[in-house]
T-cell receptor
Framework: RKEVEQDPGPFNVPEGATVAFNCTYS??????FFWYRQDCRKEPKLLMS???SGNEDGRFTAQLNRASQYISLLIRDSKLSDSATYLC??????????FGAGTRLTVKP | DTAVSQTPKYLVTQMGNDKSIKCEQN?????MYWYKQDSKKFLKIMFS???????INETVPNRFSPKSPDKAHLNLHINSLELGDSAVYFC???????????FGPGTRLTVL
């Protein structure tokens, strides 16, 4: 089993749609979790941290389920500008961040 | 005023050559990293430095050697470049171990 797994997609959704991504991790001792966004030929950029109680930032909601070892990202009211690859990241131990392979999202007019 | 910067942005070189990539962060972070992103877009950690001490060294060939002259810099030196080294190399930093990481713009290395 890979340390961090994501559905590669692609997810093709119309503007205004709600879309959700899941990411599973194998190390139950993992301590911190993040979602990153990566545009084509650019660096990954931090989208949001994921907290145990769940957290929201505008149209984006992140959740953590420790029992089932997965994190999720929900995007509401999708915009064209949300088109990108979304990477989940799991810190399996200090200074050892493992990234998923990414989920590609395309939002269409 | 770029937070994490890398040079060069593009690097094209022949097999067998030795090359270096430089990275600097002005965020005052304690930890810096090098990642490799291959053609399949998989981002894999190579090295981590915390207060100038190597913390993680993944199964990376010893042709790759990180060098940190101070807390704000982590350079990557590659000896005897091979075709399989072609990839995008990202430098990153974080305030503390386990914290969110901030990436540089990447160095696209092509080995011919």
């Amino acid at each position: 089993r890979k340390e961090v797994e994501q559905d590669p997609g692609p997810f093709n959704v119309p503007e205004g749609a709600t879309v959700a991504f899941n990411c599973t991790y194998s190390n139950s001792a993992s301590q911190s979790f993040f979602w990153y966004r990566q545009d084509c030929r650019k660096e990954p950029k931090l989208l949001m941290s994921v907290y145990s109680s769940g957290n929201e930032d505008g149209r984006f909601t992140a959740q953590l389920n420790r029992a089932s070892q997965y994190i999720s990202l929900l995007i509401r009211d999708s915009k064209l500008s949300d088109s990108a690859t979304y990477l989940c990241a799991v810190n399996i131990r200090n200074n050892d961040m493992r990234f998923g392979a990414g989920t590609r999202l395309t939002v269409k007019p | 005023d770029t937070a994490v910067s890398q040079t060069p942005k593009y690097l094209v070189t022949q097999m067998g050559n030795d090359k270096s990539i430089k990275c600097e962060q002005n965020l005052g972070h304690d930890t810096m990293y090098w990642y490799k992103q291959d053609s399949k877009k998989f981002l894999k950690i190579m090295f981590s430095y915390n207060n100038k001490e190597l913390i993680i060294n993944e199964t990376v060939p010893n042709r790759f050697s990180p060098k940190s002259p101070d807390k704000a810099h982590l350079n990557l030196h590659i000896n005897s470049l091979e075709l399989g080294d072609s990839a995008v190399y990202f430098c990153a930093s974080s305030q503390s171990p386990g914290g969110p990481e901030f990436f540089g713009p990447g160095t696209r290395l092509t080995v011919l």
